[in-house]
């Protein structure tokens, strides 16, 4: 026994100490019941404030605790593939797990003479994502879009993707989201057959602060051992970060400590360091995340957004209209970017056509308005021409899932970014104006037999 509880309240405890051996970070236990456990978060001379990992319920004063481990641990080693775990490491999938090594969750970042910022590009093989957003290895990528408009099948589809070229694995964090897209997302994985391609952890919306906040390190730990031990570039999926910042705040209203506007931790962007700091490319491998980030009110100027997205090496939008208009992926083009988008990282040929289609497709929009209103017989030549090839390209950018085949009975497509670049500088030439638009409707590189 270490202490005895002298305080109860939502999601903390106070510990009169009997020991000195304390310190933070430490998780206790009370004796005899492992359904309450407590960490560490300050300690005040003969005393600790402690949160509660589970609930406070049934709690009394006076109850002895002990310590059980230096902080909350998960496992390191092959076994956590084709698993899912919840925030404190242990498996909740209904299956046995006989741990061979386990690892603390909360590490030290990578030191700056490990860091690799010389890595490769990591491509996708999906069309719209490759040409207007590129990831790199050790790229952090945020994810922008609502329910409905397909992020999960895109997701997967980037898993598959990038498992068929890279041979590489994958861990998807769930933070504070349902519980149901947590088990579809788990049956779409076994039924695609990249579930033993992957580690899952939860902390679910119907958990508690603590819970919610700590899946994300849970991820973190588990992506680590895939690069540092497999040797691999690792794909790390977090849905949805804001909760996590929504968790600390909730955590620190409980503690009492300093908010700052809208209601946020004082400390925010400390703690996203944190997170964001473990994401990169060492000697080993690369850990690639790509994090979905709700945006309250649709304020991009919310505070935690902004401490959010400056992190972000780019961002894909996924939006409803698009969707709307049948093309998926659902991308908003002219919203998504990536900081590869540069002449030095991407070369003179690519970039130039990012420009010259954006430059097409926003002309696109004026002509359509100019159309409801006047018709079409009313544009220039060369209006009509870049009103048809708009469509192409736009249809271009649609593409069949590998993910997808069952539902849509179309092939799915990878299609290397020199064939797009083909295809694009064709379309833009006119090379392919006696073509219908329809024939670049869900295709992957054009061949001219569609």
Known sequence: MIGKIIAIFDISVEIVLETNQIKVGDILEVENNPNY????????????????LDSTRGLKKGTPVKLVSHGINIEYSDKILGRVFNSYGEPIDKQELTSVQKRVVDNETTSLK?????????WTGIKVIDFFAPLQKGFKMGLLGGAGVGKTVLIKEIIHNVYASQNSNAVFTGIGERSREGQELYSEMKKSNLLDKMSMVYGQMGDNPVSRSKSVYAGLTLSEYLRDEKKQDVLLFIDNIYRFIQAKAEIATELKQILIGNGYPSDMASEMSKIEERINSNQNGSITSVQAIYIPADDLNDESVQTIMSYMDGQIVLDRKVAELGIYPAIDVFNSTSKLINIEKIGERH????EQVLKTLARYNELEEIITVLGIEELSEEDKGIFYRARKLRNYFSQPMFVAEPYTGLKGQFVKIEDILVDIENILSGKYDDIDESKFLFIGKYNGQQ
Do not use: G, K, P
């Open 114 to 122: 490990d860091l690799n910022i010389e890595s490769e590009i990591l």
């Open 351 to 354: 970039y130039n056509l990012v």
């Open 37 to 52: 456990r407590f960490e560490v978060v300050e300690i005040n001379n003969t005393t600790a404030i402690c949160i509660s």
